[in-house]
Nanobody, 127 residues
Framework: QVQLVESGGGSVQAGGSLRLSCAAY???????????RAWFRQAPGKEREGVAF???????KYADSVKGRFTISNDNAKNLLYLQMNSLKPEDTATYYC??????????????????WGRGTPVTVSS
């Protein structure tokens, strides 16, 4: 039983940066077994989309829209998942969700396959 909680969202001007965190609570040993972690986002009126994906070894995959601007990383010792967002654009405005799954193949998991989800943290980028 693992609960994921996002934090770090807020309002920022275009070109600015934010660092999102996803903390695991409860059975954090079980969280360690959830090798696949990811960030998704959902803007008003749009479908939830995958933004960044990472496996336990640090392999990553990014949506084309954020490549070169966003970085996903793990701090397994602290049971934390991060998303560093730089050069933010108004189109990055969305609610951001972290997710985790025990699958052994992480970087192409479908949204519906992620077993654990956070509650989301809103990000607003003004122009």
């Amino acid at each position: 039983q693992v609960q994921l909680v996002e934090s770090g969202g807020g309002s920022v001007q275009a070109g600015g940066s934010l660092r999102l965190s996803c903390a695991a609570y409860g059975d954090t040993y079980s969280y360690y077994s959830l090798a696949c972690r990811a960030w998704f986002r959902q803007a008003p009126g749009k479908e939830r989309e995958g933004v960044a994906f990472i496996d336990r070894d640090g392999g990553t995959k990014y949506a084309d829209s954020v490549k070169g601007r966003f970085t996903i990383s793990n701090d397994n010792a602290k049971n934390l998942l991060y998303l560093q967002m730089n050069s933010l654009k108004p189109e990055d405005t969305a609610t951001y969700y972290c997710a985790a799954d025990p699958s052994g193949y992480c970087l192409n998991l479908r949204r519906s396959e992620y077993k654990y989800w956070g509650r989301g943290t809103p990000v607003t980028v003004s122009s």
